[in-house]
């Protein structure tokens, strides 16, 4: 037997949004699908619409068009970074988390290969994030940045910027080339994210113990 209604707990604002939610969510996924597969070209509105099964004006009620569907996605997908894995700002040591939040990056970029497109531009031309969209997208680097900064007491804040570009720029570099499979194996190129990482950091005086390295970090329900 069904589970008795009650109409006293029931919500339909709550309900229409959890809805709207979740429509969102289903046509960012199925847009990054269709541009890490077919590129950009293939983002129309009316192919996104048939992907999900739903109306175009759905799409334009939620993003107001395509130009507004990319902007969403490339800020969505910067933000998979830290949804993507646990709450990891408990860590101690600060070394310990840093190796946790560089590692987790490295992890979604993997698992994410089509919002990881996004977010470089590698899924097409003619897309050109706004202003704040590319603020939004600095922004998520705000733990990583705070971590560099508790490794070292008395960092400023403008040194800690600098060495997030600086690390950023290394595990950018061979997360891409790995995912286009061009520095070898899962092994390879693991070693290779590592020995780069850390030969920023230390370049930066910021230690990192050998135990901090056995630290792996599991997605979300992983």
């Given amino acids: 037997m069904s589970e008795t209604f009650d109409a006293r707990t029931f919500d339909a604002r709550q309900t229409r949004a959890d809805l709207r939610e979740d429509l969102r969510a289903a046509l960012l996924a199925a847009a990054a699908r269709i541009l890490s597969e077919e590129g950009l070209g293939a ?91 590319r603020r939004h997208a600095w922004n998520t680097t705000r733990p990583m940045r705070q971590t560099l900064a508790a490794c070292r007491p008395g960092m400023r804040a403008a040194e800690a910027d600098f060495i997030m570009r600086a690390l950023w720029a290394v595990m950018h570099g061979v997360v891409s080339l790995e995912l286009r499979q061009l520095i070898g194996g899962r092994e390879m190129a693991e070693r290779l994210f590592d020995d780069t990482m850390l030969a920023v950091l230390a370049r930066h005086g910021i230690a990192v113990p050998p135990e901090a390295l056995a630290l792996r970090p599991s997605p979300r329900g992983g």
């Fill in 43 to 133: 983002l129309t509105v009316r192919h996104l619409a048939e992907k999900v099964n739903v109306s175009t004006k759905a799409v334009y009620t939620l993003f107001g068009g395509k130009e507004g569907l990319l902007e969403a996605l490339y800020r969505d997908a910067f933000d998979g970074i830290a949804t993507h894995l646990p709450d990891v700002a408990a860590i101690e040591p600060a070394s310990h988390r840093l190796i946790m939040l560089a590692r987790g990056y490295r992890l979604y970029a993997l698992a994410r290969p089509d919002f990881y497109a996004v977010m470089f531009g590698d899924a097409g031309t003619g897309f050109s994030p706004s202003a704040e969209s």
